[in-house]
């Protein structure tokens, strides 16, 4: 189905308008993880529920309660569901997004200020935290809706909505509003439904859609390493005790080699090869390692094989170190020994892993492995979140329907 010429006609001279809204939305700094924050992630959501009332839209603003986070008890950002179209003859399709984003600031690297958005007209390119994960998706479903809405045009399916403010945090309380919505049938804000289209993925490269039809679940740890009552002076302490640091750098170097390979036991079990069929797909996508290495800024790529890039990126379960708490950062040079100090890493999730298994595992290994450096100092480990990872079948209805609307007509 080719969409009606008044359609597109009002979606191009519409375009500044719809550039404005972005830049509405990524001025809120709506950043889940920062409890200070808060109130602006209740703000996306807010300005978000009244823009689908606008556009006929019919809400509602879901409490999903309580977080402990940063020593604190906050309210969880409201996820707001929706509907529009009721006709029985019509396939029901529930949209995914979120309004939630990871924190930025201009010293991160950024050449403008995150939270204002800049266009640049010559390039086609908005700058802005959110202008793509994941605010950018979630304003084409308006100007989708905005255009059906002001013409009149009747929507060729029903619409469900369901945007979260936690995403980028675990995606905390909405497990079990999902499922407590499924247990209400066709009763519930989710009843009906015959397919789910996450706006929120990515292409490969620039120059081809791609339709992604699994992701990688997740689970993420912190490990606290402490010793000493307070910081010490290297001066003074330098070798005369355990330090919390060197034992962290340790336990840290045992996670994972340098080409990707996790060195936890057992987390690997289950998981098949893939098959002929799968290693088609890859060898024949538009993509190459210089596109990876384009997109990380560096020559860093862990093969020279594309389809083993692609597996690595997309298919296999990954471990990464994401940083370290309580370390001198300054310039200049210090010669403190801290504390206390902290570790983050996280690992991607496959199927068949499960995020309950991975813990166990993953606890069990970091206790065996600490117990090793016969330190003095003490380990805490304490797991942040997880999610399952999942996987559809491309050949799918849905995928099929997705392939024809982005075929060039």
């Known amino acids: ?44 959501a807010q300005w978000l529920e009244a823009q689908l009332n606008k556009v006929g839209v019919k809400t509602a603003a879901i ?3 309580k977080q402990h986070i940063e020593g604190q008890v906050l309210d969880l950002p409201p996820a707001i569901v929706g509907r529009i179209g009721e006709d029985p003859k019509k396939k029901t399709i529930l949209i995914y997004g979120h309004f939630d984003v990871q924190p930025a600031d201009k010293s991160d690297g950024w050449n ?56 980028e945090s675990g995606s905390e309380g909405l497990d079990d509003f999902i499922v407590s919505e499924a247990k209400k049938g066709a009763q519930g804000w989710f009843g009906g439904v015959d397919c789910v289209c996450i706006s929120d993925n990515y292409w490969l490269n620039t120059r081809t859609p791609a339709l992604t039809y699994g992701l990688r679940g997740l689970v993420y740890f912190n490990l606290a390493v402490s010793g000493p009552g307070a910081d010490l002076h290297s001066g003074a302490f330098g070798g005369a005790v355990y330090e919390p640091m060197t034992a962290l750098i340790a336990l840290l170097g045992q996670l994972v ?72 950062s300054g310039a200049g040079a210090k010669t403190v020994i801290p504390a206390k100090v902290g570790g983050k890493f996280s690992i991607r999730l496959v199927p068949p892993q499960r995020a309950d298994d991975i813990r166990v595992k993953v606890e ?46």
Not at 8 to 34: H, Q
Not at 292 to 321: C, F, H, Q, W, Y
């Open 1 to 44: 189905m080719v969409a009606p010429k008044p359609f597109l006609d009002y979606i191009d001279s519409n375009v500044p308008k719809f550039i404005d809204r972005l830049a509405e939305a990524v001025a809120i700094p709506s950043i889940s993880g920062d409890a200070s924050r808060r109130e602006d992630v209740k703000k996306m």
């Open 63 to 65: 409490p999903l309660g």
């Open 112 to 167: 403008t200020e995150p939270f204002k958005m800049q266009f640049d007209k010559e390039k086609g390119i908005m700058y802005g935290r959110g202008t793509t994960d994941d605010k950018g998706p979630i304003m084409g479903w308006l100007n989708v809706l905005e255009a059906h809405h002001a013409l009149g045009v009747e929507l060729p399916v029903n619409l469900r909505f369901c945007f979260e403010g936690m995403e």
């Open 257 to 328: 080699t340098q080409d990707g390979r996790i060195l936890i036991p057992g987390v690997y079990d289950g998981i098949n090869a893939a098959s002929d069929e799968e290693l088609e797909i890859y060898k024949n996508l538009d993509y190459s390692v210089d596109d990876l290495e384009a997109a990380a800024g560096g020559k860093i790529a862990v093969s020279d094989d594309k389809s083993t890039v692609l597996m690595a990126r997309m298919r296999n379960p990954s471990l990464s170190i994401h940083g370290i708490e309580g370390a001198f």
């Open 364 to 409: 069990k290994y970091l206790k065996e492995e600490f117990a090793k450096l016969k330190t003095k100092c003490k380990l805490d480990v304490e797991y942040l979140h997880g999610g399952i990872p999942w996987v559809a079948d491309h050949k799918h209805w849905n995928y099929e329907a997705a392939k024809i609307a982005t075929e060039v007509r």
